[in-house]
Antibody, heavy 122, light 107 residues
Framework: EVQLVQSGAEVKKPGESLKISCKGS????????IGWVRQMPGKGLEWMGI????????RYSPSFQGQVTISADRSISTAYLQWSSLKASDTAMYYC???????????????WGQGTLVTVSS | SYELTQPPSVSVSPGQTASITCSGD??????ACWYQQKPGQSPVLVIY???KRPSGIPERFSGSNSGNTATLTISATEAMDEADYYC??????????FGSGTKVTVL
């Protein structure tokens, strides 16, 4: 079974750093892009970026470029999303998802991780 | 930047057909997919490449895409179909875009 398991919920203060993870299993982790998606409370889905674990090729959404860092460790089939200085506005649920399809144009996200809730509050 | 627009809400009676639209400039020239998200759960893919159903998704879910509009159709809607639905496409400038989401209520 293809599965993505994310790290647990986090409560942080503004200005703190954070790194959350997404571990893939049941498939060849290095051969599929992994994406990160933000969902703010009561809001819709926002694509943040994708990474190809085989060579760590990364594409960021312009909305998130410079705000977060995406990385991966292929040796442990894990992708990461990190912040160097959190803001209250980073409070959201963050999902990782595997990108499937032969080309970018036709690609879709499946499956999704269970989500990591990040709360930033003083 | 490219945008996908969905109606905020759709209401449907049990057993009837629900149609959820997703509008974008020349969306028919792209591929659309759809996700279902129930409260407190992760999104689940229900349609990809305009009209293909993943394994395990009921046949009552179908999709189409032409012109400027992609449509997700839920036939013989059941109470368990009550959820938020998001369309998604790819654009060469914006990359991966999600629609604004539609809340489907089964009355």
């Amino acid at each position: 079974e293809v599965q993505l398991v994310q790290s647990g919920a986090e409560v942080k203060k503004p200005g703190e750093s954070l790194k959350i993870s997404c571990k893939g299993s049941g498939y060849s982790f290095t051969r599929y892009w992994i994406g990160w998606v933000r969902q703010m409370p009561g809001k819709g889905l926002e694509w943040m970026g994708i990474i190809y674990p085989d060579d760590s090729d990364i594409r960021y959404s312009p909305s998130f470029q410079g705000q977060v860092t995406i990385s991966a460790d292929r040796s442990i089939s894990t992708a990461y999303l990190q912040w160097s200085s959190l803001k209250a506005s980073d409070t959201a649920m963050y999902y990782c998802a595997r990108l499937d399809g032969d080309t970018s144009m036709e690609a879709w996200f499946d499956p999704w991780g269970q989500g990591t809730l990040v709360t930033v509050s003083s | 930047s490219y945008e996908l627009t969905q109606p905020p809400s759709v209401s449907v009676s049990p057993g009837q057909t629900a149609s959820i639209t997703c509008s974008g400039d020349k969306l028919g020239d792209k591929y659309a997919c759809w996700y279902q998200q129930k409260p407190g759960q992760s999104p689940v893919l229900v349609i990809y490449q305009d009209n293909k159903r993943p394994s395990g998704i009921p046949e009552r879910f179908s999709g189409s895409n032409s012109g400027n509009t992609a449509t997700l159709t839920i036939s013989a809607t059941e109470a368990m179909d009550e959820a938020d639905y998001y369309c998604q496409a790819w654009d060469s400038n914006t990359a991966y875009i999600f629609g604004s989401g539609t809340k489907v209520t089964v009355l």
